[in-house]
């Protein structure tokens, strides 16, 4: 298991930015790594994912948009979020999984096996 927290998250206005943080601890660093989000009446669905190996994968909602990235020396997950949009709105989520020595590249809900709390991102129009 990787215990997640994950920060960032807040208020914004329809075309403004913000950035997630998801610590990952030293397990972090072995493993294969995603935000998800998840809006009221919605099921979870996968944003971005990145391997241990630096490899991505974006919804095509969020490409162009979205940046996902890892900092190997403070084991952090990290979201760049620009030119939001009032569809974005919901709980994020930061995820982790150590299957396949973090070689797994995913946006399922299901392959991942650790989760955060969770920190919510409301954008405005």
């Known amino acids: 298991q990787v215990q997640l927290m994950e920060s960032g998250g807040g208020s914004v206005q329809a075309g403004g930015s913000l950035r997630l943080s998801c610590p990952a601890g030293?397990?972090?660093?072995?493993?294969?790594m995603g935000w998800f989000r998840q809006a009221p009446g919605k099921e979870r669905e996968g944003v971005a994912g990145?391997?241990?190996?630096?490899?991505?994968i974006y919804a095509d909602s969020v490409k162009g948009r979205f940046t996902i990235s890892r900092d190997r020396a403070e084991n952090t997950l990290y979201l760049e979020m620009n030119i939001l949009k009032p569809e974005d709105n919901g709980m994020y989520y930061c995820a982790a999984t150590l299957v396949v020595n973090g070689g797994r590249l995913s946006l399922q809900p299901s392959d991942y096996t650790s989760w955060g709390q969770g920190t919510q991102v409301t954008v405005s129009s």
């Open positions: 030293s397990a972090g660093g072995r493993a294969s």
């Open positions: 990145i391997d241990r190996y630096g490899r991505t």
